[in-house]
């Protein structure tokens, strides 16, 4: 058992408001614990022994029925804490938490936990949140463990495409998670439900909100059906004149969210008061729009009426842009009609396409998208890290090999330094067959001189205008707009010493800043920010995934060990005096100050480059505790400026991802 990293405490939710002192107060009283694959970690029926959260693996938590079979009530991952119930209530455990595969667990002692209660109020009220939202319906439904989530889809006008949206999104959750997902068909009296025929649901009744029998939420079971992929739905009239309507239909809520993850309300286009109502009993509310500026501004105004009348909060509105209008607006100009961020994009849907795009064209763009939505809102993002270290970044190439091979499944992708480059590439739509041609460039060792535009070193020696140029030849203009998977590139703000994650302008910009090394690099400047390499603070940037809420993340960390470094640099510097004694001998005094002239030009780089790798070595394995699977190529034999061995680095990358597949793809289904 070892004591909390201040780093790892920041990032779990609950912890991450503290004050410094009152996170030092938890650390010292918190402990880290290992359990090995299947061990249990409590028992049903067993009193409570603490507060435990998951740090790294997957725990199941489960309770047998009065027949003494297993049911399965959720899986739990990274920052989700359990045995909370039982800690606050001082009941025994009523379900069984059990390591699926090697977990390691925060632990803080009953006695601890109840003393952080009391000296620290705002986790009492956290914490009571929790209990509330998870002891549902005691009166009607057994206790229950998981939480559930309540998706509103809205739209300011009617053939917004919301309804083709609120079915997928409902059919894509339900695969991505594998959780239990309902859908609400809400229209006033003289409208038609189509969603039954869409999910190929003949046999279905509709429960009249108005009517006296909506007053009993146990009734909305006769009117459930579930379509053949195990999705729920059901069909509801109300009357927009009739308040009572939102009434039951919230107590009709309040029943199902015992019995599902995810409920999906349908909601019809109109701007009346009683969908204010139920909108503002959802935990997000999910607004379709087109790019059309007519249509961005309806939604504008429609979210301030939201926020300003109803007091929701404006985090929770997530702005949907389906593109079944071509727009002549960019991405900066909708989101300043807007006002407000675009929380996804939704790709035009081709002539004669089906309604199920998810299930029936799971590779077309839209279905893409969507599955990217559900994955987010199912906390079951895949997230891919690629860290710092110039020619070793090649190994980046083979790991991209095989998760192309293989079909592995990444949301979202992070990178510094080279692995802003390798990330950018792939993320814009090349193959990793295609960004190992670009290496090509380099194909004999002289070769990267090319890249090196000497100057005066005012604060570097090298502007890093070649550089650009060759990022411009296959980047282009393009912005982290136009990449067909969410990105994010990390440099270093050396003023105010923090990272720098850029999500958007142009991306060779963003690869130029995280590119910086200082002392070799020009810094790159933006308005009054002088930013650097992004592997001075983040070298294996798993912290902007853990901030995105992406529970599941694979880092490749192609740093050399601490002891390889070392040895590495004792090589340079014995090289360099062996070098400068045998000039004395044998060379003129001219001979010689044009080979310490060059060995200085080649090795300074070296130097350079090793003092720094000693330090992100150190950084790089406290950042690695992040990740759920750390990948760590063998880059022996192999030095950090031979980009013309970029395909012997990729296939180290490549043999120790397949060394690790089973490992990825059990993080991946869990």
Avoid at 28 to 44: C, L
Avoid at 120 to 138: Q, V
Avoid at 402 to 418: M, R
Wanted: with cysteine.
């Amino acid at each position: 058992m070892t004591q909390i990293s201040k780093l790892v405490l920041q990032e779990i939710p609950l912890f991450s408001e503290l004050t410094d002192d009152e996170r030092e107060q938890v650390i010292q009283k918190t402990e880290i614990i290992e359990y090995k694959k299947g061990q249990v970690i409590y028992e049903e029926g067993s009193l409570p022994s603490g507060f435990y959260c998951v740090l790294a693996g997957r725990v199941l938590i489960s309770s047998r029925d009065a027949f003494g079979n297993t049911r399965v009530l959720e899986y739990l991952h990274r920052a989700k804490y359990f045995g909370i119930i039982s800690l606050l209530t001082s009941e025994p455990h009523s379900v069984t938490a059990q390591a699926i595969n090697d977990c390691v667990i925060l632990f803080i002692k009953k006695d601890d936990f109840e003393y952080f209660l009391r000296r620290i109020p705002h986790l009492a009220i956290d914490l009571s949140k929790t209990l509330s939202r998870r002891l549902k319906r005691k009166d009607i439904h057994q206790k229950t463990i998981f939480e559930s989530s309540i998706i509103s889809v809205f739209s300011s006008y009617s053939q917004a495409g919301k309804t083709i949206y609120a079915l997928n999104l409902g059919l894509s959750l339900k695969k991505e998670t594998h959780k239990s997902v309902v859908i609400l068909d809400i229209l006033p009296q003289d409208k038609a439900h189509t969603l039954p025929q869409k999910l190929g649901v003949s046999d279905y009744k509709v429960l009249d909100l108005s009517s006296l029998a909506a007053d009993n939420p146990n009734l909305v079971k006769e009117f459930l059906v579930k379509e053949k992929s195990g999705i729920g739905l059901v069909c509801f009239y109300y009357k927009p004149e009739d308040e009572i309507c939102v009434r039951r239909l919230v107590g009709i809520v309040s029943l199902l969210v015992n019995d599902f993850h995810f409920l999906i309300l349908d909601l019809p286009s109109l701007m009346d008061r009683p969908i204010f109502n139920i909108l503002n009993q959802s935990d997000f509310i999910h607004i379709l729009t087109s790019p059309e500026p007519v249509d961005l501004k309806r939604t504008r105004h429609l979210i301030e009426r939201l926020v300003d009348e109803f007091s929701f909060k404006e985090e929770k509105v997530r702005v949907i842009i389906n593109e079944y209008k071509h727009s002549k607006l960019t991405h900066g100009e909708q989101v300043e009609i807007l006002n407000k961020g675009i929380f996804a994009t939704l790709p035009k849907i081709e002539l004669e396409s089906c309604d199920r795009l998810v299930d029936e064209m799971p590779a077309c763009e839209y279905a893409r998208a969507v599955r990217r939505i559900a994955r987010q809102l199912g906390e079951s993002m895949v997230g891919l890290v690629l860290g710092v270290g110039v020619g070793y970044g090649f190994c980046h190439i083979g790991v991209l090999r095989v998760l192309e091979e293989e079909k592995i499944p990444i949301d979202v992708i992070v990178g510094a330094s080279i692995g802003s480059v390798i990330a950018s590439l792939w993320a814009v739509g090349k193959s990793s067959k295609e960004i190992l041609e670009i290496t090509k460039e380099f194909k004999e060792p002289k070769h990267i001189w090319n890249l090196l535009d000497f100057t005066l070193p005012f604060m570097g020696f090298i502007k890093g205008n070649k550089l650009r140029k060759l990022l411009d030849k296959h980047l282009g203009n393009k912005t982290f707009y136009d990449v067909k998977l969410p990105l994010r590139i990390v440099a270093s703000d050396v003023k105010r010493k923090e990272s720098k994650v850029f999500e958007k302008g142009l991306l060779v910009d963003a690869i130029m800043a995280s590119c910086a090394m200082p002392g070799v690099f020009m810094p790159f400047k933006i308005k009054e920010e002088m930013l650097f390499d992004g592997g001075i603070i983040n070298p294996l940037p798993t912290e902007p995934l853990i901030k995105m809420g992406v529970k599941k993340i694979i880092a490749v960390n192609v740093t050399p060990s601490r002891q390889d470094v070392l040895r590495q640099y004792e090589e340079i510097r014995g090289q360099i005096a062996t070098g400068i004694a045998g000039n004395i001998k044998k060379r003129s005094w001219f001979g010689l100050r044009e080979y310490i002239r060059n060995s200085f030009k080649t090795n300074i780089l070296d130097i350079i480059f090793s003092s720094i790798e000693v330090l992100q070595s150190e950084v790089a394995l406290k950042e690695a505790q992040l990740a759920d699977v750390v990948l760590h190529p063998d880059t022996s034999g192999l030095n950090w400026l031979e980009l013309h061995r970029a395909e012997e680095f990729a296939k180290r990358g490549e043999e120790e991802t397949r060394k690790n597949l089973d490992r990825i793809w059990q993080v991946i289904k869990e």
